[in-house]
């Protein structure tokens, strides 16, 4: 992801990428980002401590791809030295989670499991199913991703979820993450989240209605990660200058 992003700054007249971070210890550092990420105009060397280099250059924003340990840290070297700060990465726990909370106190932080323009319009079109349909549709999530991603489910299928049920009227204690056995007829009003892992795939994502006689599938398919890359850049061309505060993509795009 950090080589899709900057690539996709390369194609974006009003971003400069005046820095880049991966893990400590890495053995690309001091490698030049621009061969490491084919874009051959780009000349600076990779580092491997983020607060090192945010002090060194002070960026307008900086853009995170990482794990929760290493985004949270960062989250709160931002909110320190008071750059905006955006977040594709996933699976935080609720400590991380009101570590964010506080970081976003002092700094403008946008908080995205999916950086995706169309994945935030399908989030769009499930509420609005979910809505108009009600309860009396079966509602299922379905998720595909490669087979390193590490967390299950993705945050963009729980999130989908979270959507309905909301547009339905329930909280998220209807959603049901596991099937196994003898588990009984399915529960009116349950939300089912299912997850498969394989191969290379990006992210696949459907959600469907389903009624006695008819259904509905809304899907999104990600190719490739270029679209994450192009929605980050957008939500920090849009985090400069915003109050301190939480934000998502739906803010960013004016959902």
Same mark, same amino acid.
């Given at each position: 992801?950090? +080589?899709?992003?900057?690539?996709? =700054?390369?194609?974006?007249? +009003?971003?400069?990428?005046? /820095?880049?971070?991966?893990?400590?210890?890495?053995? +690309?550092?001091?490698?030049?980002? /621009?061969?490491? +990420?084919?874009?051959?105009?780009?000349?600076?060397?990779?580092?491997?401590?983020?607060?090192?280099?945010?002090?060194?250059?002070?960026?307008?924003? =900086?853009?995170?791809?990482?794990?929760?340990?290493?985004?949270?840290?960062?989250?709160?070297?931002?909110?320190?030295?008071?750059? #905006?700060?955006?977040?594709?990465?996933?699976?935080?726990? #609720?400590?991380?989670?009101?570590?964010?909370d506080r970081a976003a106190a002092r700094i403008p932080v946008v908080i995205s499991p999916n950086m995706s323009v169309g994945v935030h319009v399908m989030l769009e =079109?499930? *509420?609005?199913?979910?809505?108009?349909?009600?309860? /009396?549709?079966?509602?299922?999530?379905?998720?595909? @991703? @490669?087979?390193? &991603?590490?967390?299950? #489910?993705?945050?963009?299928?729980?999130?989908?979820?979270?959507?309905?049920? &909301?547009?339905? !009227?329930?909280?998220?204690?209807?959603?049901?993450?596991?099937?196994?056995?003898?588990?009984?007829?399915?529960?009116?009003?349950?939300?089912?989240?299912?997850?498969?892992?394989?191969?290379?795939?990006?992210?696949? @994502?459907?959600?469907?209605?389903? =009624?006695?006689?008819?259904?509905?599938?809304? *899907? @999104?398919?990600?190719? *490739?990660?270029?679209?994450?890359? &192009?929605?980050?850049?957008?939500?920090?061309?849009?985090?400069? !200058?915003?109050?301190?505060?939480?934000?998502?993509?739906?803010?960013?795009? /004016?959902?």
């Amino acid at each position: 992801m950090g +080589s899709a992003v900057v690539r996709a =700054a390369a194609e974006e007249p +009003s971003v400069k990428v005046v /820095g880049a971070v991966a893990r400590p210890g890495t053995a +690309s550092r001091g490698r030049d980002v /621009g061969t490491l +990420s084919g874009v051959t105009a780009l000349h600076l060397p990779l580092r491997d401590d983020f607060s090192a280099a945010l002090m060194e250059v002070r960026p307008d924003v =900086a853009v995170d791809f990482t794990n929760p340990e290493s985004a949270t840290d960062f989250a709160d070297t931002c909110a320190r030295l008071g750059v #905006p700060f955006v977040t594709g990465t996933t699976g935080f726990t #609720p400590v991380q989670r009101e570590r964010l909370d506080r970081a976003a106190a002092r700094i403008p932080v946008v908080i995205s499991p999916n950086m995706s323009v169309g994945v935030h319009v399908m989030l769009e =079109a499930a *509420s609005l199913l979910g809505r108009v349909l009600g309860t /009396g549709w079966d509602a299922e999530v379905l998720e595909l @991703h @490669h087979r390193l &991603k590490k967390d299950a #489910p993705s945050g963009t299928a729980l999130r989908l979820a979270e959507v309905v049920a &909301k547009a339905r !009227g329930q909280d998220a204690g209807v959603m049901r993450l596991v099937r196994a056995g003898q588990v009984g007829e399915r529960p009116p009003g349950e939300i089912g989240v299912q997850t498969l892992r394989g191969g290379d795939v990006v992210g696949e @994502h459907t959600v469907f209605f389903l =009624a006695p006689g008819e259904r509905i599938e809304l *899907s @999104h398919r990600a190719t *490739s990660r270029d679209q994450f890359a &192009k929605g980050a850049l957008r939500a920090a061309l849009w985090v400069r !200058g915003q109050p301190p505060g939480q934000y998502g993509m739906r803010d960013v795009l /004016g959902l």
